[in-house]
């Protein structure tokens, strides 16, 4: 049975390859999600919720690497923010009204999420996001994600 999501309905219409991964809902960590579906966790992206210190400010989705830490102090200083931090899970899941684990920006365009994705995205062909349900990651071409979610470059991420 295909999976239709708002995501997958999304890319077909748009005419944009991809394809669906599924595994068991149970998996938030997206390091065990690339063991799962067989990938690089390299390829593997997750979404993470970070909110400026400003009031009324839009909530930021800042796609990063399984293997990588989100670096605070370089996502505010790519934002032009002096600080900002990370979404608790309960703050991520009613701003987004997704469950964690299957946050994803494909799933929240035109909600008034400013979208940003790590650099190191820039020299892969394809990554997996979710697909805005948990146990559901959707494989697409990076250029055709960024050009989907209007996502910016920055850089976000250190080794781990």
Do not use: C
Not at 113 to 118: L, Q
Request: hydrophobic content about 45%; proline content about 5%; cysteine-free.
């Amino acid at each position: 049975m295909a999976i239709k999501l708002n995501s997958t309905r999304l890319l077909e219409k748009r005419k944009i390859p991809f394809t669906v991964h599924q595994f068991p809902d149970t998996i938030h960590d997206a390091e065990k999600v690339a063991e799962a579906v067989g990938k690089s966790p390299e390829m593997v992206y997750k979404t993470l919720v970070v909110l400026k210190n400003t009031p009324r400010s839009k909530p930021m989705l800042v796609m990063i690497a399984a293997p990588r830490r989100l670096n605070l102090k370089k996502v505010a200083k790519a934002v032009g923010e002096k600080k900002v931090r990370m979404a608790t899970h309960a703050e991520a899941e009613k701003l987004t009204g997704l469950k964690v684990g299957g946050i994803g920006a494909l799933a929240l365009l035109n909600r008034g999420f400013e979208m940003f994705i790590d650099t190191p995205a820039q020299s892969l062909e394809t990554v997996l996001v979710s697909a805005g349900k948990r146990g559901v990651n959707i494989e697409l071409p990076v250029e055709n994600l960024v050009l989907l979610t209007g996502a910016k470059w920055i850089d976000a991420s250190d080794e781990t």
